[in-house]
C-alpha cells in the first residue's frame, strides 16, 4: 500500500486504551500534568490525583465508560464546573472522573409548559441569559451561577440567595436521564409531568452527592419574570435587633423573594472587596430584603417592611432607586466570601441550617465560639431561611491555625445541631462533614440511608467514601437485610 | 381471697391474644362483623377482609405491633380514614390493619417557625381549623379533608384544587417519624429544618403508599393567610376555548391559587347535585379561577383573566361579590363527584396528569373513548396543573357495563401516558393502577423501585401487592444485586 499508515497509540495502561476508544483521544486526560487541575474542588483542604479524567459528548458515551469502570472494579465519579464547596469531586480512590463539561447544551426550551430540558453541563446563569428576551428565567441561584453547571446543583441540591420565596434544586427539576452505577439508563418523569406515582426516585437523586447515579439529562421548571422589584437595604446597631427583624418580617406575612444578612465582621470585608457599597463601618448588622411579583401589591410590602425594621430600632433603612443600584448591593453580597480575603489570608465557610426563631441565640453562640478559638468570624448568609455561613477567618502560615479553623467550624456546626438545625444548607456533606453526619443522624437513620446506597451501588465504586461516616459499613447486603428484619 | 377474679378470656387465635397484650382489648377488632367496614377503603371494587384491626394509641405500640408481625411472619398495614380513592388500604393478604385513627392528636403548633406537629390521624380540615383564629392555614387541600388524615395525605402526596400554586402534600411536609417495616422507628428532620443533608427519605416516604414503613408523627409547614382571594366563574360556548385560556393565563405570568375546570356532562351533574349555582345548562365548559395574595395585586390579576378569557370567547364571566358567593361555588367544585350520583347510578373516577398545553387534544381523546364504550364521560378536574379527573358514567346493574367502564378508564390512562403524561395526579396506584404503571415505566424503572421497596421491606410483609404491577419480584435480593452489577 502506499502513503503512510497511521502509527496506533499504545499506552503502558490499557485502562486508558480502552476509555480513548470509548470517548475518542482528545477527550480522555491521563498524564500526570494534564491531572493535577482535578485533584480537588471547590473545598481545597483535601487533595487527590485521579487515574484519568473523560470527557463522554452524550448519554451514551457516559454509560459505556460506567459500564467499562463497573466490569473492572475501576472507582469512578462525576464532575461539573468543580465548584463545589464541600470535596464532593474529588478522587480520594484515584477514580476515573467523568467531567460532564462537554455536555453543555441547552436542549430544549418549552414555554408553553414553562420547562427547558438541559445536558449536566449546561451552566446556570445561561439558562436565565437564554430566556430572559421571552421574559422567563430559572430561579435557583448560588453564588457560582456564573460558572456552576445546573448538574452539579442537582448533585448537591442547590441553593442560591433568591430560594427563600422560590425553593431550592430539587423543587425546580422535573425529570431526570440518570446512568446508574452498573451502566443502566433510566429516565425519571422525564416528560417533566409532575406527580409521577411511584417512589420519588428524583428527590432521591437531586441532593445525592453524585452517589447513586451520574445524571445526563435534565428537565427544569422555568418561571415568568416578576413583573416588579423591590430592593432594600436595612442597617442597624445591634445583631440582635437585625435577626428579630428577619423573623417579624416573616411572621408579618410576608415571604420576601431574598433575606440576607452580614454581620459586622462581614461588611468589614465586603467594603475591602471589588464592590464596596458604603455601608457604615459601626454597626453590628445589615439586612438585605427584597420581594417581587405584581408591582401593584409590593409598594405594601416594602411599607410593612419599613414598619418592621423601625419596631426593632433600624439606624438607617433605604429602597433602591433604581436597578443600578440594587445590581451593586447584589454584587457586594454575591461576592462577600471572596471579599474577606482583602481582610484575612485565608477563611473556611461554613453552612448550617437553623430554626429562624434561634438566630439571636445562634449567632450569640458563634461569637462565644470565635472569642474561644481567638479566630474573627464573619457571618453572611441567608437569614430568611436559617442558613448561616459563617467565615473562619484564620492564617495557614501561622502554625497549628488551620486545625484551629477546621475546629472552630465543626463548633459552628455543632451550635446548629443543638437547636435543632443541620449540618448544611447548600454546601452539602462531601468529604467535609462526613463525621458531623453523627450530629444529626441515629445509627439507624446512618444505615436506612446506607442500604439505598447499596442497593444502587453495591460495590461501592461510585463516588466512595463520601457523604457518609467513615469506615463506610462494609458491603455485605446479606447481613444488612438479615439485621433489618431481626426483632430487636 | 375474697372477691371475684376476673376471668381472662382465652382466644382461639394466639395472634390476638398477643395483639391485645400490645394495645389493649378495646383496641382491637377481631371479630368477622366488626371487620366487615375494613374490607375496602374509597375503592370500592375490590374487596377482601384482615386479620384484625388495631388501634394503637402511641409510636410505642405501632412500633410494637409491627414487630410482633415481623417475626411471626403476618402481613399488615396502616390505615388513617379509608378514603383513599385507589385501593391502598385494602387487606388483599389477609393483613393486621394498623388504624392510626386514635392518634388523633395536634401535638404542638409553632408560628414563629411556621411549623405544626400533628399524629398521623388527625384529620386535614381540623389543622387549618385549629390555627385559623391567628390568621394560619394548611395549604393541601383534598376535596375530602373534612375526614382525610394527614397521615394518609403523606402516604398518598394528596393535592387538591390549590395546589396549583402551593404545591402538592409533599412541599409542605418538614419533618416525619417512621415506623419501618422491622419496627425499628426513625426520625427525618425531626424538626423540621430545611435541607438536610443525606438521601431525601421525606421525598421517597411521601408519597409512597404505605409501602415502605408507617408514619407516627408529621411536621407540616403552615401558611400565613393570603391577605386577600378573588374568584372568577367563566362560561365557555366551546371547550376547546376553555382550554386555551388555561394555558393563555399561565403563560400570562399569573400563578392562580386555583384553576379548575368542569365540562358539559359535569356541570349537568353538578347542577343536579346538593350544591347547585345556576350555571346555563348549555356550555361547553366553566372555568373556577381564583387568585391569592397582597390585595393591592389582586385587581391587576383579574383584569389580565378577564382579558384573556375575552379573547377566548368567553359567554359570560363574573367575579366573586361575596365570601358567601365564592363558598357557594366552591362547594359546587368540592362536592363534585359526589354529585355525579344524581345522574348516573355509578361512576368510575379517573386521574391522570398531561403536559398543560396538551389540554385540548387530550380532552378530544376522552370524548372519543366516550363515544366508542357509548359511555358518559364527565370531566372535572385541576386543570391548571394539568390533572385531569374522567369521571366514567355507567351503571352496575347491566351486565357488562362496569367492565365497559373500567375498560374506558384505562383507556382514559393510556391517553394521558400517549402524550408524556402520568396515571395518577393524586389518587394513587394502589391496587387500582398496578398494571398502568407499565405505560410510564420501563422493567429498569420499575426494578430500581422494587429495590428500593426490598430493603426496606425485605419479607414483604407490609402492604404487600400494592403500586407495583403483579406479579412482584421474588425477593432474592442476592441475585438483584448481582444483576444490578452485570454488565450490560
Redo the contacts between chains.
Keep these: 500500500m502506499f502513503g503512510r499508515t497511521k502509527k496506533k497509540k499504545t499506552y503502558e495502561n490499557p485502562h486508558i486504551a480502552r476509555l480513548i476508544e470509548i470517548v475518542g483521544e482528545k477527550e480522555v486526560l491521563h498524564e500526570q500534568g494534564d491531572l493535577l487541575s482535578y485533584d480537588c474542588d471547590g473545598f481545597t483542604v483535601h487533595k487527590a490525583m485521579p487515574k484519568a479524567v473523560v470527557f463522554p459528548k452524550n448519554t451514551e458515551e457516559v454509560a459505556a465508560v460506567v459500564?467499562y469502570c463497573?466490569?473492572n472494579d475501576i472507582p469512578f465519579l462525576a464532575r461539573g464546573a468543580g465548584t463545589g464547596l464541600s470535596g464532593g469531586a474529588i478522587p480520594l480512590n484515584n477514580e476515573v472522573i467523568i467531567s460532564l463539561v462537554k455536555m453543555k447544551h441547552l436542549l430544549s426550551v418549552?414555554?408553553?409548559?414553562?420547562q427547558a430540558v438541559v445536558q449536566p453541563g449546561f451552566v446556570n446563569l445561561k439558562l436565565t441569559n437564554s430566556i430572559s428576551d421571552k421574559?422567563y428565567y430559572y430561579a435557583p441561584d448560588p453564588s457560582s451561577q456564573y460558572v456552576c453547571t445546573i448538574g452539579g446543583n442537582v448533585a448537591e441540591?442547590a441553593?442560591g440567595a433568591h430560594c427563600l420565596k422560590y425553593g431550592?434544586t430539587?423543587?425546580h427539576i422535573l425529570g431526570l436521564e440518570v446512568v446508574?452505577p452498573?451502566?443502566?439508563?433510566?429516565?425519571?418523569?422525564?416528560?417533566?409531568?409532575?406527580?409521577?406515582?411511584?417512589?420519588?426516585?428524583m428527590?432521591?437523586l437531586?441532593?445525592?452527592e453524585g452517589t447513586?447515579g451520574i445524571v445526563t439529562k435534565i428537565t427544569v421548571r422555568i418561571l415568568?419574570?416578576p413583573?416588579g422589584k423591590q430592593t432594600v437595604l436595612a442597617y442597624f446597631d445591634r445583631v440582635e435587633d437585625g435577626s428579630r427583624a428577619v423573623?417579624d418580617i416573616?411572621?408579618a406575612?410576608i415571604v420576601p423573594a431574598a433575606l440576607e444578612m452580614m454581620d459586622e465582621t462581614a461588611i468589614e470585608g465586603v467594603e475591602a472587596g471589588a464592590y464596596p457599597v458604603g455601608h457604615p463601618d459601626d454597626i453590628e448588622a445589615l439586612l438585605l430584603i427584597e420581594v417581587d411579583?405584581?408591582?401593584?401589591?409590593?409598594?405594601?410590602?416594602i411599607e410593612q417592611i419599613l414598619k418592621v425594621c423601625k419596631a426593632r430600632n433600624v439606624r438607617e433603612v433605604k429602597v433602591a432607586e433604581s436597578e443600578e443600584e440594587r445590581g451593586r448591593w447584589w454584587a457586594n453580597r454575591k461576592t462577600g466570601f471572596g471579599a474577606m480575603g482583602a481582610i484575612s489570608p485565608d477563611y473556611l465557610v461554613q453552612d448550617g441550617?437553623?430554626?429562624?426563631?434561634t438566630l439571636p441565640e445562634v449567632l450569640k453562640n458563634i461569637s462565644d465560639i470565635s472569642k474561644e478559638s481567638g479566630l474573627r468570624i464573619a457571618n453572611i448568609f441567608h437569614a430568611g431561611?436559617?442558613?448561616l455561613h459563617p467565615l473562619i477567618l484564620f492564617d495557614s502560615r501561622i502554625p497549628g491555625e488551620t486545625e484551629k479553623a477546621l475546629k472552630a467550624g465543626t463548633a459552628c456546626l455543632k451550635a446548629c445541631a443543638d437547636v435543632?438545625?443541620?449540618?448544611?444548607?447548600?454546601h452539602?456533606?462531601g468529604i467535609e462533614?462526613k463525621e458531623e453526619?453523627r450530629f444529626?443522624?441515629?445509627d439507624?437513620?446512618?444505615e436506612?440511608?446506607l442500604?439505598?446506597?447499596?442497593?444502587?451501588n453495591?460495590?461501592d465504586l461510585l463516588n466512595k467514601g463520601k457523604?457518609?461516616p467513615t469506615p463506610s459499613r462494609c458491603m455485605d447486603?446479606?447481613k444488612i437485610?438479615k439485621d433489618?428484619?431481626?426483632?430487636?
Excluded: H
Design positions: 459500564r463497573a466490569a418549552d414555554y408553553e409548559n414553562r421574559g441540591n441553593g431550592v430539587t423543587n446508574l452498573n451502566g443502566e439508563v433510566i429516565e425519571i418523569a422525564e416528560d417533566g409531568v409532575p406527580d409521577s406515582p411511584g417512589y420519588d426516585l428527590g432521591l437531586t441532593g445525592s447513586l415568568k419574570n413583573e423573623s416573616i411572621s406575612g411579583g405584581i408591582t401593584a401589591g409590593l409598594e405594601e410590602q441550617v437553623i430554626p429562624r426563631s431561611d436559617g442558613n435543632g438545625g443541620s449540618i448544611t444548607g447548600e452539602g456533606v462533614k453526619m444529626i443522624f441515629s439507624e437513620e446512618l436506612a440511608q442500604r439505598i446506597r447499596e442497593v444502587f453495591p460495590d457523604l457518609f447486603v446479606k437485610v433489618t428484619v431481626a426483632v430487636k
